[in-house]
């Protein structure tokens, strides 16, 4: 089994940054991909950037700019940068793991609250 646990989240006024981080540990495996998602109230989850093994990255296109992802696989984290944080940034925010053993298997966090404030 592998464990995933984010961290970072806090409050920040507009315009603020924060990073969060996302670690797994556990039994041996192989990333395929690390995923941040987002979820606001009422609202559908929805990706908001990833990472692959071989470093190559996805953002979604209203946090171009803003956001980076990046991976340190000596500590096994994955983070994400947020600077120039908006109101509509407020979500809680879970990571999501794919990784490869016999087959493809997906881990998420347990998610870290974001709130940007005016």
């Known amino acids: 089994q592998v464990q995933v646990v984010e961290s970072g989240g806090g409050s920040v006024q507009a315009g603020g940054s924060l990073r969060l981080s996302c670690t797994a540990s556990?039994?041996?495996?192989?990333?395929?991909?690390t995923g941040w998602y987002r979820q606001a109230p009422g609202k559908q989850r929805e990706l908001v950037a990833s990472i692959t093994s071989d470093g190559s990255t996805n953002y979604l296109d209203s946090v171009k700019g803003r956001f980076t992802i990046s991976g340190d696989s000596v500590k096994n984290t994955v983070y994400l940068r947020m600077d120039s944080l908006k109101p509509e940034d407020t979500a809680v925010y879970y990571c999501?793991?794919?990784?490869?053993?016999?087959?493809?298997?997906?881990?998420w966090g347990q998610g870290t609250q974001v709130t940007v404030s005016l």
């Open positions: 999501r793991i794919v990784v490869l053993a016999a087959k493809a298997s997906e881990y």
């Open positions: 556990g039994r041996p495996f192989s990333t395929i991909v």
